[in-house]
């Protein structure tokens, strides 16, 4: 079974430049997150979807962060306009169904932003 | 809202020898579950063990095994027969269902463990 694809892996942007990740979630995994995982801390939800709707973007900065998961596959992770503080690993990772327990993780997407 | 501390920030281990990480939790639910996710230097995070709160036996996966005190709030992980390639950092993580909403998730900071040859 193929684990939660993510892309790309790295990217680095200056500070006022937009950019956006790419999650691609387990086959059949009808929930979906976006953490933020900033050096050193736990990971933090930004936001978290089940199928295409959002049930959780309580923590996600709306004035310069969206995220969007159309046809309720894949999804995309948008900043803009980046600042130095969105430096960080963005995680995605799915879950089977609302009740499921267990979340799996991609790789994740490292941030820099200069 | 629901805080999950881990007090050791960093901690290192002999190979072959026995390690245990702390981890406190804060919550006023019954029904939920406790986590210890491994992730290592560059690689994903993956789950190492779980624990239903209603389950008063403690889960065990190999070498893996946890200490639940719901009392105390408290659940620690021991880690047997150290092995290198356990190096990682490794986060507690508090999960409750919401109905209609699906799953909350609260992680830890994090101890940095490290296996030493």
């Known amino acids: 079974e193929a684990g939660v694809a993510q892309s790309p892996r790295y990217k680095i942007i200056e500070k006022r430049q937009s950019v956006a990740f790419w999650c691609n979630p387990i086959?059949?995994?009808?929930?979906l997150y976006w953490y933020q995982q900033i050096l050193g801390q736990g990971p933090k939800l930004l936001i978290q979807?089940?199928?295409?709707?959002?049930?959780?973007d309580s923590q996600l900065p709306k004035d310069r962060f969206s995220a969007e998961r159309l046809k309720g596959v894949d999804s995309t992770l948008k900043i803009q306009p980046a600042k130095l503080e969105d430096s960080a690993v963005y995680l995605c990772?799915?879950?089977?169904?609302?009740?499921?327990?267990?979340?799996?993780f991609g790789p994740g997407t490292r941030l820099t932003v200069l | 809202a629901q805080t999950v501390t881990q007090s050791q920030p960093e901690m290192s281990v002999q190979e072959a020898e026995t390690v245990t990480l702390s981890c406190t939790y804060d919550?006023?639910?019954?029904?939920?579950?406790l986590f210890w996710y491994k992730q290592p230097p560059s690689r994903q995070m993956i789950l190492v063990i779980r624990?239903?709160?209603?389950?008063?036996q403690n889960a065990t996966e190999n070498r893996f095994s946890v200490n639940f005190q719901k009392a105390a709030k408290s659940f620690s992980l021991k880690i047997s027969d150290s092995q290198l390639g356990d190096t990682a950092m490794y986060f507690c993580?508090?999960?409750?269902?919401?109905?209609?909403?699906?799953?909350?998730?609260?992680f830890g900071p994090g101890t940095r463990l490290s296996v030493l040859p």
């Open positions: 990772a799915s879950s089977l169904a609302v009740l499921a327990d267990e979340q799996f």
């Open positions: 086959s059949g995994h009808a929930t």
């Open positions: 979807f089940q199928n295409n709707g959002v049930v959780d």
């Open positions: 919550t006023s639910e019954n029904n939920y579950y």
């Open positions: 624990q239903e709160a209603y389950k008063q």
């Open positions: 993580a508090f999960m409750k269902h919401v109905r209609n909403y699906g799953q909350n998730f609260v």
